[in-house]
């Protein structure tokens, strides 16, 4: 059974810490990206990454990094969270393709900075 | 910009009927269209498809309807169950991988 496992399911963090949330998966698959689910307003893209050691911001890349040292697994990093970060956090992977590749999503991260 | 967007963001339906879910989109260059559904507690899960060269695409229970000159996309359906409550998001490909997501319908069903 494929799978995108990310570490944490909640996490509570104090503004100004530096947050790492993990995501793994499976399936071999090339494209990693990282999301932030807020009411009413979807999934918006963070960064994504095509390959090991490379990223492409998406969206909303201000207040975030990323890092993909190996094919597997791609990290999230909040270098100073701040209350608005506050969010359900969701990594997807896909194989490479030709842009019709459904996306597999991992279970998400609720992160909450006080 | 452009975006991608839904009609009614909830929706509530008597168990056993046909359930209908809108989606508008505005970047008529996209050419991949996705419906996922988000469980409570869950990441979204892939249901059905489309390519832009196809108006029509059915699975088990579900059905896809694209409609190029307006812009819309509807999921559709059949006999509704409890275990369809859930959040439905449309999706579509911009550009190579660049996957943009509607804010999501809430589906609730009613025993």
């Known amino acids: 059974d494929v799978k995108v496992t990310q570490s944490s399911r909640y996490l509570v963090k104090r503004t100004g810490e530096k947050v790492f949330l993990e995501c793994v998966q499976d399936?071999?698959?090339?494209?990693m990206f990282w999301y932030r689910q807020d009411p009413g307003l979807g999934l918006r893209l963070i960064y994504f990454?095509?390959?090991?050691?490379?990223?492409e911001k998406g969206d909303i890349p201000e207040g975030y990094s990323v890092s993909r040292e190996k094919k597997e697994r791609f990290s999230l990093i909040l270098e100073s969270a701040s209350t608005n970060q506050t969010s359900m956090y969701l990594c997807?992977?896909?194989?490479?393709?030709?842009?019709?590749?459904?996306?597999?999503f991992g279970s998400g991260t609720q992160l909450s900075v006080l | 910009g452009e975006s991608v967007g839904l009609h009614l963001p909830t929706l509530s339906v008597q168990e056993g009927d046909n359930s209908i879910i809108n989606c508008a989109y505005s970047?008529?260059?996209?050419?991949?269209f996705i419906w996922y559904k988000q469980e409570s507690g869950k990441g979204p899960q892939f249901i059905i498809d489309?390519?832009?060269?196809?108006d029509k695409r059915q699975g088990q229970r579900v059905t896809v309807l694209l409609n190029k000159t307006v812009k819309h996309l509807s999921l559709q359906i059949a006999a509704t169950q409890p275990g369809d409550s859930a959040v439905y998001f449309c999706?579509?490909?911009?550009?190579?991988?660049?996957?943009?997501f509607g804010a999501g319908t809430r589906l609730t069903v009613k025993p």
């Open positions: 997807a992977s896909s194989p490479l393709g030709q842009g019709d590749e459904k996306l597999f």
């Open positions: 399936m071999d698959h090339e494209n």
């Open positions: 990454s095509y390959d090991v050691k490379m990223k």
């Open positions: 970047n008529s260059a996209s050419d991949y």
């Open positions: 489309i390519r832009s060269n196809m």
């Open positions: 999706a579509e490909n911009m550009d190579n991988n660049d996957m943009r």
